[in-house]
């Protein structure tokens, strides 16, 4: 959402060693690192690996493995 993406901007996540996690798949296209989302009637794992770059992390290949890769919309 607008306001996912305005906090990881506007405080100053976007390019810190600090890593995000939500729990929606709008939270990771728009910047996050990690999401935990329900998925039908399951928990699943959302990854943004350029996030994690762009924060200086980085994520196991355990976890990429694990996970749905999201990328970043364009122009964020």
Known sequence: TA???F???NVGLKER???TVGESEDFVI???IISIIN???HLALL???NAAKNSQLFLSNN???LS???STHKGN
Do not use: A, Y
Request: net charge neutral.
């Open 30 to 32: 728009n910047g996050g």
């Open 17 to 19: 060693p600090i890593l």
């Open 63 to 65: 976890l990429v493995k």
């Open 68 to 70: 749905r890769q999201v």
């Open 39 to 41: 998925e039908n009637d």
């Open 3 to 5: 306001s996912t993406k």
């Open 47 to 49: 990854t943004n690996p």
């Open 7 to 9: 906090f990881i901007e």
